[in-house]
């Protein structure tokens, strides 16, 4: 009896995690294609990596073609974080025109240390309630598209920001022969930063009802401004849709 009872609760423990490696060990990359006009000046992709504890996304960004002119541009990021979508650690690093900009922050409950170097060291700890980084920022924005209207908080280049977003219409997009079904989200980034990608004027992102993911992003920055479509997707197409359902925290 007993012998039996053990058998039956070890297969249903190897069931459980079995199912909960499925849920969480999951990845999803989406890549767009930004344009001026209709040449093609950069290419970014965002790669996501879910597991049982947590959360890894991994973004990375260079100009292409027209987009050199004014000088070659490499983004390469990580930001970690946990299944409430807090960030534990963020990495950046921005090559441009020649010039770096390293990015390391490590985030507690209630603040966060950060070192920003860019020719010199600079490094302190900012207090602030449940921080969380740019990356994670995006993902939350992403998640939860089909919200009215709202605001968020996170902590980047030694401060504070804030984007605010809203729906303004639900549309429907075609591009390169597939269909999509989206909202339209007004975003505007209050964003406190130096350089060329600073971001500047009012953003607009298509989110995809289902997938909620982008399709199409038209942003400005004080380089200018592109429109980016969808390139490829692979992986997981679910991924962040399941992550928004199963996610502890209330979204």
Not at 166 to 177: D, M
Request: charged share 25%.
């Amino acid at each position: 009896m007993f012998s039996v009872r053990f058998r039956l609760t070890f297969t249903l423990l190897l069931l459980f995690f079995s199912f909960s490696s499925v849920l969480y060990s999951n990845t999803l990359e989406i890549c767009h294609k930004a344009y001026y006009v209709f040449f093609p000046v950069a290419y970014h992709c965002n790669r996501y990596e879910v597991n049982e504890k947590e959360i890894k996304i991994i973004g990375y960004s260079t100009t292409t073609g027209l987009g050199n002119i004014f000088g070659k541009i490499k983004i390469k990021g990580e930001s970690r974080g946990n299944l409430y979508l807090q960030s534990e650690v963020f990495r950046l690093r921005l090559h441009i025109r020649g010039k770096e900009k390293v990015h390391f922050y490590k985030f507690r409950k209630n603040s966060v240390f950060y070192q920003i170097e860019a020719g010199k060291l600079i490094e302190g700890i900012k207090e602030i309630e449940n921080p969380i980084d740019p990356f994670m920022a995006g993902l939350i924005v992403y998640i939860t598209s089909s919200v009215r209207e709202r605001e968020l908080r996170f902590f980047y280049d030694g401060r504070v920001q804030k984007v605010r977003y809203k729906v303004l219409v639900e549309e429907a997009l075609e591009w390169k022969g597939k269909k999509w079904n989206t909202y339209k989200i007004l975003v505007v980034p209050e964003v406190k930063t130096t350089g060329l990608l600073a971001p500047k004027g009012k953003w607009y992102i298509w989110i995809d009802k289902k997938y909620l993911f982008p399709v199409r992003l038209k942003i400005s920055f004080v380089i200018g401004s592109v429109n980016a479509w969808i390139e490829s997707v692979s992986g997981n197409i679910n991924l962040l849709r399941e992550l928004k359902q199963n996610s502890p925290r209330n979204l």
